[in-house]
């Protein structure tokens, strides 16, 4: 992988982590970090769904996005309810 490709699925990770932060209901208290990493990982499963489904995924692919963001939602969910919860009050950065 070429240094524009890791630029790339991180920028790609970011949209599609912040797409499913976005559907997931309430608030959730992940780090941005957290959040490109699902992105990531969302899109490679999207991708491999996309594949054992016989899709193409040359180029823009609607019902891969849709698999891709589908699969950030869940990896946002299950993280947000594993992540610990801040407390009011208390300083992050301590």
Known sequence: MTIGGIITAIIFGAIIGSLGRL?????QDLPV???IVAGIV????GTALAHAFDLETRGWNFWE???????????VAV????WPKRRAGTDARR
């Open 42 to 45: 969302a899109a490679f499963v």
């Open 23 to 27: 559907i997931v209901p309430g608030k």
């Open 33 to 35: 970090w957290l959040t």
């Open 65 to 75: 996005t849709l698999f891709q963001i589908g699969a950030a939602v869940i990896i």
């Open 79 to 82: 993280l947000a309810a594993l």
